[in-house]
């Protein structure tokens, strides 16, 4: 068994290099799809004995994607196509990209006229999830995924090993919420940058290997004392919480991440996939099930009433909003979560989340600022 660093420094070493990951997993013989952002049904993937490998850009700068996208694309939909166009994903054998917004849908096709190497596999989520016909709905679109798998990488997807899968996936979200829970008995040890790289370095791995790491992990937590962090607690949303050097600053002026509703982390363990007559339906289930997500419609915005629980349950003085930048959705509800929390009387600070390089002083000056007053 690896000692609790070294397990903590190899997620943060494939959370910062993904392209090593995937060229591991390709040397081994495996075949790798990519999943854009955000509830593509990984487990079919996993079902076929193939890697799920999270797309979610990076920090880079946008050359030949302004082809295709706008600069007032999604950042994350703009490092997709430009890291697809310059070669960067060789290697994988299709993507699935959910058309989730107006970016989502144009991405679809650009990926095709542009990225002719990597065949795209775009579907949608009904947003009406009230009726049980978007269950319906959802089941044909992912039927049509399952199909589009198997043609495009030679494989067999069974409703056995598809209920394997699920399972592998359940215990892995169960994993990964017992390990938000010991981490804040550590927040010495768990600073916000180790946290983030817990959580992101799931979506560039095997989860039945991920979660055995993470055991590992928390086993090695229980063992040590528990701290008395004398420091801020805040809260997180967004779409991601990134790059590094901006969880840093909340490192700097110590103030711990002790809950999370972001994409990229916490937000996608909140939902297990219940038991249906096919794994399938299960599948389509789950997204009738989600609440409080800003890409996911509910006739009755949820999202502050579930970061005021946060807040409460972890004893955080405050929440940050990590705004991605062009985001509709994400915009769209701030607009309304911000006087509703400060209303509860808890302090919001927004900060622009991009993937473009940038300097991050201004935001630096804003989190001092915010941690002196929660």
Not at 114 to 127: A, K
Request: proline letters at 5%; aromatic letters at 6%.
């Amino acid at each position: 068994m690896a000692s609790l660093q070294e397990n903590l420094e190899l997620l943060k070493n494939i959370a910062t290099n993904p392209n090593k990951q995937l060229d591991h997993y390709i040397e081994a013989g495996k075949k790798v799809v990519g999943c854009f952002p955000v509830y593509t049904p990984e487990v079919m993937v996993h079902a076929a004995g193939m890697i799920p490998m999270g797309l979610w850009g990076a920090q880079t700068e946008i050359a030949k994607a302004r082809n295709y996208l706008p600069p007032f694309a999604c950042p994350i939909m703009q490092s997709c196509m430009e890291l697809g166009l310059n070669g960067t994903y060789a290697g994988i054998s299709c993507v699935m990209i959910p058309a989730m917004c107006d970016t989502f849908r144009c991405i679809t096709q650009d990926w095709k006229t542009g990225v002719t190497s990597i065949p795209c596999i775009p579907f949608t989520f009904p947003q009406n999830r009230v009726m049980e016909e978007s269950v319906t709905y959802l089941i044909d679109e992912y039927t049509y995924v399952k199909n589009s798998i198997e043609k495009y990488c030679d494989v067999t997807i069974t409703e056995e090993t598809m209920q394997a899968s699920i399972a592998v996936y359940n215990h892995h979200m169960s994993v990964m919420n017992a390990f938000c829970a010991i981490a804040n008995e550590h927040l010495d040890m768990i600073d916000a940058v180790t946290r983030h790289a817990v959580m992101k370095s799931a979506t560039f791995m095997d989860k039945a290997e991920h979660a055995a790491i993470v055991e590992e992990i928390i086993a090695a937590l229980k063992a040590e004392p528990v701290c008395e962090w004398k420091g801020k607690k805040v809260v997180l949303t967004g779409i991601t919480a990134e790059p590094d050097a901006l969880l840093q600053v909340l490192v700097d002026n110590k103030v711990a991440v002790v809950a999370d509703d972001v994409a990229q982390e916490s937000r996608q363990y909140s939902t297990p996939i219940p038991t249906c007559t096919s794994a399938i339906e299960a599948l389509a289930r789950q997204w009738q099930n989600r609440k409080g997500d800003p890409l996911a419609h509910d006739e009755k915005l949820g999202r502050s009433e579930l970061l005021l629980d946060l807040a409460k349950k972890n004893n955080a003085t405050g929440v940050i909003l990590c705004l991605m930048k062009f985001c509709d959705p994400e915009e769209y509800e701030e607009t309304m979560i911000k006087p509703e929390l400060k209303a509860a009387g808890i302090p919001v600070l927004t900060i622009d989340i991009d993937q473009q390089p940038t300097s991050y002083d201004q935001a630096r000056t804003r989190i001092q600022t915010f941690a002196d007053i929660i």
